[in-house]
């Protein structure tokens, strides 16, 4: 099925609200029932972001590719993967949709629509933690993408869930996450001040993927960015 552009950038929306509802709403579900322990409330938190991941790539994938993370846009736009004209209408769209999922949660538990978060995630080890996040992240995507079967959304789904646990920053792995997720006051929220650190570390952890893909397949980076 072929979509116009606005179209698929209202599939974009959607799917980023849906995963940030799903990120945010079970952040504040499991806190509610962990009852302190921050343990089991993070296991609930990485369950069900993993699961909606899944969910969402396999129903909206063949609609918009679901993206749903504007690195992964830009890096498919820069491997000519992605028409390059269609990259804002689709940045707009998830981040859009991500401030709209964060609004869906705080009214499905009673909060007001935003508030800003202050929870303090700063430090090197964060930015680490997001660049490695965000590199695993992409270069899952990439190489998956070459087996041209049905895993891509498993594969992505499996790995979100795996590094909310081995990375100290849980994982946002999306600047349309991270924007969105200062907004929250919850269990999933990020101090806006932190807010560019995070992104700055994403867009360079998807520039080295983008990078070690390109070598691996054997091609130039500067073939992909002509």
Known sequence: MT??????????ALGTALLLAAVVGSGIMGESLAQGNVAIALLANSIATGAALIALILA????????????????????RDFPR???????????GGAVAGVELAHLMFGLAPLAASA???AGIAQGLSELVAT????????LVARRKDSSGPYAVGAYITAAYWFTGSTSFANPAVTLARALTPTFAGIRPLDVPLFVVAQVLGATLAALAVAWIE?????EAAQ
């Open 218 to 222: 054997g091609t130039r980076p500067k």
């Open 85 to 95: 004209r269609e990259v804002l209408a689709y940045l707009a769209a998830q981040f």
């Open 135 to 142: 590199f695993g992240l992409i270069v899952i995507i990439l």
């Open 119 to 121: 929870h303090v995630r």
């Open 3 to 12: 979509l116009s552009l606005a179209r698929r950038a209202a599939v974009e």
């Open 60 to 79: 909206l994938g063949p609609l918009s590719g679901a993206h749903i993370n504007p690195v992964v846009t830009l890096v498919l736009a820069v491997r």
